[in-house]
């Protein structure tokens, strides 16, 4: 059982770039999330959704958007890559509500030049 | 606003020696508290969490955490560390305004000392 994979692992990009991120769960989950993590500042959340088709903007949406086609999968792009978005990434998913623990990927290690 | 707090931002302490994280948090019904470990280069994973009940609650890797409604605490303990409990810790409550969310404390970097 993989849980929660994540690709690519380390990207590096130049200013005015574009990726996207996958995220993939294999546990059925409802819930996907899409969260960045910089020094000192622990875990922000960018975008997440709540099933298949639907998305919403977390905290520190800005330059970022996303897209879950799939239950399984959860897709962040970046249309046009800066260096404050130089970071670690880390997606996450969870069965129904926040009363419930979030399964984390190990993240993707982004680093914009 | 709804918030947790980590007061240490890092903490060393030597092999054998007894561990106390600090978490604060302010919410206004009984919150949803959880526990997460951060080892280096990894994913976060779940440690233990707290809903209701028994406010003591034990986890995995011999960590427990107890809930004190009168402090706003949730302080994560563990008798005797071991090396490889270095790592960082994350405190976090679910976020009342929106049942598919939660917030995250700034997290306590664990340093052991050989």
């Known amino acids: 059982n993989a849980g929660v994979t994540q690709t690519p692992k380390f990207r590096v990009l130049k200013t005015g770039q574009s990726m996207t991120l996958l995220c993939a769960q294999d546990?059925?989950?409802?819930?996907m999330y899409w969260y960045r993590q910089d020094p000192g500042m622990g875990l922000r959340l960018i975008h997440y959704?709540?099933?298949?088709?639907?998305?919403a903007k977390g905290e520190v949406p800005d330059g970022y958007n996303v897209s879950r086609l799939k239950k399984q999968n959860f897709l962040l792009g970046l249309e046009s890559a800066a260096p404050s978005q130089t970071s670690v990434y880390f997606c996450a998913s969870s069965v129904v509500g926040n009363n419930q623990p979030q399964h984390f990927g190990d993240g993707t290690r982004l680093s914009i030049l | 606003a709804q918030s947790v707090t980590q007061p240490d931002i890092h903490i060393t302490v030597s092999e054998g020696a007894s561990l106390e994280l600090r978490c604060n948090y302010s919410y206004g019904a009984t919150p949803y508290l959880f526990w997460y470990v951060q080892s280096p280069g990894q994913g976060l994973q779940l440690l233990l969490k707290?809903?209701?009940?028994?406010?003591l609650v034990q986890g995995i890797k011999g960590f427990e955490a107890e809930f004190k409604r009168s402090q706003s605490s949730f302080n994560l303990r563990k008798p005797s560390v071991h090396w490889s409990d270095a790592a960082e810790y994350f405190c976090t409550v679910g976020d009342y305004s929106s049942a598919s969310k939660i917030i995250f404390g700034s997290g306590t970097r664990l340093s052991i000392r050989p």
């Open positions: 959704s709540v099933g298949e088709g639907t998305t």
């Open positions: 707290y809903f209701s009940g028994d406010t």
């Open positions: 546990m059925n989950h409802e819930y």
